[in-house]
T-cell receptor, first 110, second 116 residues
C-alpha cells in the first residue's frame, strides 16, 4: 500500500511568517494530491488540491507544489495568521482511496 | 444544502458490547467513505462504497468491523465486541462519485467512541 510521511510533525511560527509542510509518498501511481485542514474538535476540510498534470497551484495565501519525480508535494502558507493554527493532513490518492499522513500541527503565535 | 451528518455524536460503551454508527451522506453523492482517527493520529481508511459496486473493505482492521449501505444512501458502521483500542473518532465522508477520478470528499462531524 501507499506509505505517506509528513514533515515536520509540529511547526511553530510567528504571525506573518511563512510555513511549509512537506508530504512524501511511495506509490508512483498517485495522481491526486489534496491537503486538509482540521481545527481542534472539528472535521477535516479540503483547503487545496492538485492533480498530477500540474506542478503548482495557488489560492490566495496558500499554495501547493508537486514534484512527481521525487514523489513529494508541499503546502505553502504565506503571511500566516493565528486562525491558520490547526492540524494539516496530506492525503495522496491511489485509485479512489486517499491515504492520510499523520498530520502536522501548525501553531501561529500572534 | 445539508452536509454529511453522523449520529450519535458521542458514544460511550462497555468493552464487549456492539455499537452502530450512522452516516447520512450529502444527497446525490454516490461515494461514501468511513475513516477512523485515533487521538493525535492521522485518518485511517476503513471502507469505501461506490454506487451499487461491491465495497472496498481493505481498510477494516478486523472481522469485528462491518459496514453496510442501504439504498445507496445511509450507511451504518458496526463494531462488534468492542475493545478499548476501538476508541477513536469515526469520520464519514461522501463525494459525488464520478468513479473515473477522485473528487473532493466532504466530511461529517464524526462520532466520538469511547470504550470503557
Amino acid at each position: 500500500g501507499e506509505n505517506v510521511e509528513q514533515h515536520p510533525s509540529t511547526l511553530s511560527v510567528q504571525e506573518g511568517d511563512s510555513a511549509v509542510i512537506k508530504c512524501t509518498y511511495s506509490d508512483s501511481a498517485s495522481n491526486y494530491f489534496p491537503w486538509y485542514k482540521q481545527e481542534l474538535g472539528k472535521r477535516p476540510q479540503l483547503i487545496i488540491d492538485i492533480r498530477s498534470n500540474v506542478g503548482e497551484k495557488k489560492d490566495q495565501r496558500i499554495a501547493v507544489t508537486l514534484n512527481k519525480t521525487a514523489k513529494h508535494f508541499s503546502l505553502h502558507i504565506t503571511e500566516t495568521q493565528p486562525e491558520d493554527s490547526a492540524v494539516y493532513f496530506c492525503a495522496p490518492v491511489v485509485g479512489l482511496t486517499l491515504t492520510f499522513g499523520k498530520g502536522t500541527m501548525l501553531l501561529v503565535s500572534p | 444544502g445539508a452536509g454529511v451528518s453522523q449520529s450519535p455524536s458521542n458514544k460511550v460503551t462497555e468493552k464487549g458490547k456492539d455499537v452502530e454508527l450512522r452516516c447520512d451522506p450529502i444527497s446525490g453523492h454516490t461515494a461514501l467513505y468511513w475513516y477512523r482517527q485515533s487521538l493525535g493520529q492521522g485518518l485511517e481508511f476503513l471502507i469505501y462504497f461506490q454506487g451499487n459496486s461491491a465495497p472496498d473493505k481493505s481498510g477494516l482492521p478486523s472481522d469485528r468491523f462491518s459496514a453496510e449501505r442501504t439504498g445507496g444512501s445511509v450507511s451504518t458502521l458496526t463494531i462488534q465486541r468492542t475493545q478499548q483500542e476501538d476508541s477513536a473518532v469515526y469520520l464519514c465522508a461522501s463525494s459525488p462519485g464520478g468513479a473515473l477520478f477522485v473528487e473532493t470528499q466532504y466530511f461529517g462531524p464524526g462520532t466520538r467512541l469511547l470504550v470503557l
